[in-house]
């Protein structure tokens, strides 16, 4: 590691006071060092990685990372605060900072030495060494594991222990891990003849980048399984390369525990045994609980079947997480799974009337009626598929967010309270009533201590007969009633309101919309509007609301497409190129076309983004425009109610918010290296392989 850090890459004395300027101050002493070929566009390619993941650590450690093509050579800088800088860690601010910064071509024997400073991370008697350090130069051996002469002691104790630490890393890139083999010996020793086995769990992490987090949980998790006398064989799925687990190592293991926040691969070896699945930073924070969780299920006998689920963060709640961010998962969960239908069954009815005409609703069933040749028939088609698609709508919402809770078991009980409520008119609220009763009815179940001879039905049938006739129960005679009447009582106020209420609504959905570009509260008012034309025959009100939602949520992505191009020297060559796939984006309605430039400059392109937004939101409201598909873009513009004013509408939001943000962007000092031609440098994506929906 002697040519990754230097003592020129070390501030003792960081004054950022900002995970951002923190950063920036590091960065700089790269660039000095030639090791970083433009500031601002690396600096892009860090807020991009941070937004998708905080890189705080508990311990007080920020570890701010990423792959980029503005990096030279794989280089490692280091900062120390006295005050401590927020990086969004859990028991508080940061005081040791590393920079990583990794060329996006980068070997792996440079990406396995970065490995092996993570792991080191995890020891507390390297990081009190760096604490104590008393020089740049005496920082910069700690962390190359040297010996540094101007250390004291305990700096030198602290950096034998972290080297020791990565000599066992880069030892354990094969199957067994030496946590494994030292749990066991001591196992041995300590009976003094191998009377019982260790209980045995193999684990997989992973992590976006895949520089820093993947192998901090692998090092945090065969900690933890040292400590409670069990063997953990970890697979780390990192950048610095993927070994498969042996599949006998797999085979005698009684647990799996899955720590990632991307994919892991082939992920069916490790079917039919109990597992644990959680985001990488659970691996690191609370990998104690990790173990004993997934020992509870072996005791319980839960296992997995077939391929397990999709990833935690599309499907679950970490235990260690407040109870609001668990049900933002859950009902994102049911979203995600829920806007696929919504897209496919509304184009497919706005298509039909667009043949067809308003009276296609009215049309016989085309198993009766359908005449190849006859352009109504096949309106009639398109619409009574799309209506077949729509009817999917709430029994998804709800099914999926029981999946999210409780996992597969959740679906059958989420599935049958989502129709119930369809029944009996609650609409998309007996949905979302539906699908937590479910999921919470599930999870109780599964808390009930089941004898041995049982467990192997109760997923196929017990668990499902159960919470069915539960959820069915409360749907039907309990909660459905009040709930319906909910739903008709909201569905009346919206169809009720005109002029400068609908005004106000649409500004508010046009804030909304814009901002988070994509998250939660951008699909909050998705799925408000969807959820209002998921019939066949859908009011006025109703389609005005949906028309506001789309002309809003492609403001973001135009305004930056066109500030890129109106004024190119605010921008990188990143941005630049960004830009470009953002005109396409935005035409789309897919706003997270935007993302990148709001990671780079949120303060200025997030209130930009969201000022436009509440302009469109309210011009189309005014307009009176209107919209049956609940996707689509400038596509759908032939469907679309008053489409020349709705137009004016959306470009009135994207001239404010490039207005906004060049005026904001100019304010403040010039990119470095902008004003170089467009064409210059290498580009980004314009993206990360984020999945475009619902804008």
Excluded at 256 to 269: M, Y
């Amino acid at each position: 590691m002697s040519d990754m850090i230097t003592a020129d890459l070390v501030d003792l004395d960081l004054s950022a006071d900002t995970k951002e300027a923190a950063a920036r101050a590091l960065a700089e002493r790269m660039v000095a060092l030639g090791r970083v070929t433009d500031l601002d566009g690396f600096l892009a390619d860090v807020a991009a990685r941070e937004a998708q993941m905080p890189t705080g650590l508990d311990g007080g450690i920020g570890i701010p990372h990423c792959r980029s093509e503005h990096v030279t050579e794989p280089t490692l800088a280091f900062g120390r605060s006295s005050d401590g800088i927020d990086f969004g860690a859990t028991d508080g601010p940061a005081d040791l900072i590393f920079l990583i910064a990794a060329p996006a071509g980068a070997d792996d024997a440079h990406l396995t030495i970065l490995s092996s400073l993570a792991r080191q991370l995890m020891n507390t008697e390297f990081t009190d060494a760096l604490r104590s350090a008393g020089d740049a130069a005496a920082a910069a051996a700690l962390i190359r594991g040297e010996e540094p002469d101007s250390a004291e002691s305990s700096a030198e104790a602290g950096s034998e222990t972290a080297q020791a630490g990565s000599e066992d890393t880069v030892a354990s890139a094969g199957a067994a891990s030496p946590a494994a083999a030292t749990v066991s010996t001591t196992t041995d020793d300590a009976a003094g003849a191998p009377e019982e086995r260790p209980f045995r769990i193999v684990a997989v992490t992973s992590c976006p980048t895949g520089i820093a987090h993947t192998y901090m949980a692998a090092e945090s998790l065969e900690n933890a399984g040292r400590e409670a006398g069990v063997e953990v064989t970890v697979e780390t799925q990192g950048s610095a390369g993927f070994t498969r687990l042996d599949p006998e190592v797999i085979a005698a293991a009684d647990g799996v525990i899955f720590a990632h926040d991307v994919s892991v691969r082939e992920k069916d070896r490790f079917a039919g045994k109990p597992t644990v699945d959680v985001g990488v930073k659970a691996g690191i924070n609370r990998p104690a609980e990790l173990i004993a969780e997934v020992r509870e299920k072996a005791a319980r006998g839960e296992v997995t079947s077939g391929s397990p689920g999709a990833t935690p963060v599309e499907r679950t709640g970490d235990s260690g997480e407040g109870y609001g961010t668990k049900l933002r998962k859950w009902l994102m969960s049911g979203v995600s799974y829920m806007v696929p239908f919504v897209a496919a069954g509304g184009l497919l009815i706005a298509l039909g009337f667009a043949i067809g005409g308003y009276k296609v609703n009215k049309a016989p069933s085309v198993m009766d009626h359908f005449l190849w040749t006859q352009a109504d028939s096949w309106a009639a088609l398109l619409f009574q598929i799309g209506g077949v698609a729509f009817g999917f709508l709430v029994p998804v919402l709800a099914g999926y967010i029981a999946y999210g809770m409780a996992d597969r078991p959740g679906l059958v009980p989420g599935f049958v309270g989502g129709s119930i409520a369809l029944t009996i008119n609650a609409g998309f609220l007996g949905g979302l009533a539906a699908g937590l009763i479910a999921g919470g009815v599930v999870i109780a179940i599964q808390k009930v201590n089941i004898p041995p001879a049982l467990r192997g039905i109760m997923p196929v049938v017990v668990i499902p007969l159960i919470s069915s006739a539960i959820v069915g129960f409360l749907m039907f005679v309990v909660i459905g009633k009040p709930i319906a009447e909910a739903q008709k009582g909201m569905t009346d106020w919206l169809n009720g309101l005109s002029g400068a209420n609908a005004v106000l609504l649409g500004t508010l959905l046009g804030l909304m919309m814009c901002f988070d570009l994509g998250g939660p509260v951008n699909k909050v008012a998705y799925t408000f509007a969807t959820a209002g034309i998921a019939v066949s025959d859908p009011s006025d009100s109703a389609m005005k609301i949906m028309a506001a939602v789309m002309a809003a949520g492609m403001v973001p992505p135009l305004a930056m497409a066109l500030a890129t191009t109106v004024r190119g020297k605010l921008f990188n060559a990143t941005e630049r190129e960004n830009g470009k796939a953002a005109w396409v984006l935005g035409a789309s309605f897919i706003s997270e076309g935007a993302i990148p430039f709001a990671a780079a400059d949120p303060l200025r392109v997030i209130p930009a983004s969201m000022a436009g937004g509440a302009i469109t939101g309210a011009l189309s409201m005014a307009f009176g425009a209107t919209l049956r598909a609940p996707h689509g873009g400038i596509f759908v513009v032939p469907l679309i109610g008053n489409p020349l004013l709705y137009l004016v509408a959306i470009a009135a939001g994207v001239c404010v918010t490039t207005a906004l943000v060049i005026v904001l962007k100019g304010m403040r000092k010039q990119v470095p290296g902008a004003a170089a031609a467009p064409g210059e440098g290498t580009a980004a994506p314009a993206a990360e392989s984020k999945q475009p929906v619902a804008a």
